[in-house]
């Protein structure tokens, strides 16, 4: 249970925001790449509001190889709109993604031309395996001097212990919780989840969401939940980067689902082209922080070990695979009975 901080948690003062309270450099990293990292401008606000060295970074589906710009390792790349060696969108787009897709460089370039700060992103190959993330991050540790990391999922499944019917979009999720666990202890490190039912459209179960959530309140390990408006100037932000970043790149079906919830839109409000067939949920709980302790969540995998050994994202896959057909029988995914 966190413990940082004068007194304890309170109505006024949240359980993260006590933890992070007196740290004065903190990683935002967003946890299955792509556009999760958007998931965590809020909390980039809110901090940098309050006078903290706040920094970002991400698992990136962009070709690094071909970005150019300042590398920390072969592993991390300084991406900064501001950096004239960065390589124009349009040239590496990667994973099967459409041109112009490099989110890191668009919310750069959204601090950068809207707000006028100069804020890089520090972008991680998505190929890698736990043991690498892990030195990468060790490298930011040391270079930042992070005395705190939290880690955001846009959407729910980085809460799946393994052992249910859905995962959901699992390897990034998978190689960022490892890596962050195996990080030495005097970094605070957390998990956040912004986007409560946007995975369902990819089969994951909110009723194990939450029954995974009730475990981890037994154990100290979750930190409660608290909402970002459009009335708050963090949440505001968030509205901001992802329509100017929309007009630019591919759309994100979790930001715009966000977003759209963040609006009081509700219900089968369709965001994007490939939901058409889908049917969506857009509601108030979309907007909600969920807060966790990571290395609490960690622990619930059973499969930890063998993620944290990793080398490459083919391990990764592996390792979960190996594990669930270990498992008797899966935990089914229920209705919330409500």
Same mark, same amino acid.
């Given at each position: 249970?966190?413990?940082?901080? %004068?007194?304890?948690?309170?109505?006024?003062?949240?359980?993260? =925001?006590?933890?992070?309270?007196? &740290?004065?450099? #903190?990683?935002?990293?967003?946890?299955?790449?792509? *556009?999760?990292? *958007?998931?965590?401008?809020?909390?980039?606000?809110?901090?940098? &509001?309050?006078?903290?060295?706040?920094?970002?970074?991400?698992?990136?589906?962009?070709?690094?190889?071909?970005?150019?710009?300042?590398?920390?390792?072969?592993?991390?790349?300084? #991406?900064?709109?501001?950096? %004239?060696?960065?390589?124009?969108?349009?040239?590496?787009?990667?994973?099967?993604?459409?041109?112009?897709? =490099?989110?890191?460089?668009?919310?750069?370039?959204?601090?950068?031309?809207?707000?006028?700060?100069?804020?890089?992103?520090?972008?991680?190959?998505?190929?890698?395996?736990?043991?690498?993330?892990? +030195?990468?991050?060790?490298?930011?540790?040391?270079?930042?001097?992070?005395?705190?990391?939290?880690?955001? +999922?846009?959407?729910?499944?980085?809460?799946?212990?393994?052992?249910?019917?859905?995962?959901? !979009?699992?390897?990034?999720?998978s190689t960022s919780i490892?890596?962050?666990?195996?990080?030495?202890?005097?970094?605070? &490190?957390?998990?956040?989840?912004?986007?409560?039912?946007?995975?369902?459209?990819?089969?994951?179960?909110?009723?194990?969401?939450?029954?995974? !959530?009730?475990?981890?309140?037994?154990?100290?390990? =979750?930190?409660?939940?608290?909402?970002?408006?459009?009335?708050?100037?963090?949440?505001?932000?968030?509205?901001?980067?992802?329509?100017?970043?929309?007009?630019?790149?591919?759309?994100?079906?979790?930001?715009?689902?966000?977003?759209?919830? @963040?609006?009081?839109? =509700?219900?089968?409000?369709?965001?994007?082209?490939?939901?058409?067939?889908?049917?969506?949920?857009?509601?108030?709980?979309?907007?909600?922080?969920?807060?966790?302790?990571?290395?609490?969540v960690a622990r619930l995998?059973?499969? @930890?070990?063998?993620?944290?050994?990793?080398?490459?994202?083919?391990?990764?896959?592996?390792?979960?695979? #190996?594990?669930?057909?270990?498992? %008797?029988?899966?935990?089914?995914?229920?209705?919330?009975?409500?």
């Open positions: 249970m966190a413990k940082d901080g %004068p007194g304890g948690p309170s109505l006024l003062q949240p359980a993260l =925001f006590h933890a992070l309270s007196g &740290k004065e450099s #903190v990683l935002i990293a967003g946890c299955g790449g792509g *556009y999760d990292v *958007y998931s965590g401008v809020p909390l980039y606000a809110a901090l940098r &509001k309050q006078g903290v060295n706040v920094h970002l970074a991400n698992l990136t589906f962009t070709n690094l190889e071909r970005v150019g710009g300042k590398k920390l390792n072969d592993h991390c790349t300084v #991406v900064a709109a501001s950096d %004239p060696s960065i390589a124009e969108p349009q040239e590496v787009s990667g994973a099967g993604r459409g041109l112009n897709y =490099f989110p890191e460089y668009y919310l750069s370039k959204y601090f950068l031309d809207v707000q006028g700060w100069d804020v890089p992103v520090y972008t991680f190959d998505r190929s890698l395996g736990a043991k690498q993330l892990a +030195d990468s991050y060790k490298v930011l540790t040391e270079e930042l001097n992070l005395d705190a990391i939290v880690i955001v +999922d846009g959407g729910t499944d980085s809460l799946m212990f393994g052992n249910e019917e859905q995962l959901g !979009t699992p390897i990034e999720d490892a890596a962050m666990h195996s990080l030495p202890v005097p970094q605070a &490190k957390f998990l956040l989840c912004l986007g409560f039912g946007v995975d369902h459209f990819h089969g994951v179960s909110h009723h194990l969401f939450l029954e995974n !959530t009730a475990q981890l309140t037994q154990l100290g390990g =979750f930190l409660g939940a608290f909402s970002v408006t459009q009335q708050m100037p963090e949440g505001q932000m968030l509205l901001s980067a992802y329509e100017f970043v929309a007009k630019l790149s591919q759309d994100s079906i979790v930001c715009s689902s966000v977003c759209n919830a @963040m609006r009081g839109k =509700f219900g089968n409000v369709q965001v994007s082209p490939r939901t058409a067939t889908s049917d969506l949920y857009i509601n108030p709980l979309m907007c909600m922080y969920w807060c966790y302790e990571l290395d609490a995998m059973p499969h @930890m070990p063998e993620l944290m050994k990793t080398t490459s994202r083919t391990q990764v896959a592996a390792a979960i695979q #190996v594990y669930r057909k270990s498992v %008797p029988a899966m935990r089914d995914a229920k209705p919330i009975p409500l």
